[in-house]
């Protein structure tokens, strides 16, 4: 059985550094094919993809706020870190870790919202 | 401004056929398959369709999915109350070194 759970600071101020976990369990981030990404939501909004780090470390992100964004994985705690640099406001959001395989998210954490408020 | 493009409401009555679409680009539906999500309210995304047409165990046959061109639909047959949720679309683009694109979402509405 498959599952997934962010965890992470709940409020943030504005320009502080965001770094979220998601633990799973359920399967092995070194197993050929399978990748971890994250997605957020912002309250009302759409969902809006940002990151995905695969087995095999090859890491993709969201051009857009690529230059912000660092994902890594610790392969024996079954954890992957999403850190966010320079967070504003408008990065208020549910954020959510899926484990990826045969392009698709199949499975979702239950995701965790983090505010960015002074 | 999302990628793919949704029709940003949808609604039907108990028993009716709805259909929503996703429109893209050659980049992202034109060379790559299409999955669909459901969200209802207040819970976390659950995959519906992969690979265009294909349902994940446990998602009943009322929900199909297509595919042509850059285009793609989701149809929801024999509606029901419990069907009322958010659907996005979601497909890889291969612009940009990759990355995936989704939906800016429909919102169904079981009348």
């Not at chain 2, 109350?81 to 679309?89: H, K, P, R, T």
Request: overall charge neutral.
């Amino acid at each position: 059985q498959i599952t997934l759970k962010e965890s992470g600071p709940t409020l943030v101020k504005p320009t502080q550094t965001l770094t979220l976990t998601c633990t799973f369990s359920g399967f092995s981030l070194s197993t050929s094919g399978v990748g971890v990404g994250w997605i957020r939501q912002p309250p009302g909004k759409a969902l809006e993809w940002l990151a995905l780090i695969y087995w095999d470390d090859d890491k993709r992100y969201s051009p857009s706020l690529k230059s912000r964004l660092t994902i890594t994985k610790d392969t024996s705690k079954n954890q992957v870190l999403l850190t966010m640099t320079n967070m504003d406001p408008v990065d208020t959001a549910t954020y959510y870790c899926a484990h990826e395989e045969n392009w698709a998210s199949d499975y979702w954490g239950q995701g965790t919202l983090v505010t960015v408020s002074s | 401004q999302s990628v793919l493009t949704q029709p940003p409401s949808a609604s039907g009555t108990p028993g009716q056929r709805v259909t929503i679409s996703c429109s893209g680009s050659s980049s992202n539906i034109g060379s790559n398959t299409v999955n669909w999500y459901q969200q209802l309210p207040g819970t976390a995304p659950k995959l519906l369709i992969y690979n265009n047409n294909q349902r994940p165990s446990g998602v009943p046959d009322r929900f199909s999915g297509s595919k042509s061109g850059t285009s793609a639909s989701l149809a929801i047959s024999g509606l029901q109350s419990e069907d009322e949720a958010d659907y996005y679309c979601a497909a890889w683009d291969d612009s940009l070194n990759g990355l995936w694109v989704f939906g800016g979402g429909t919102k169904l509405t079981v009348l």
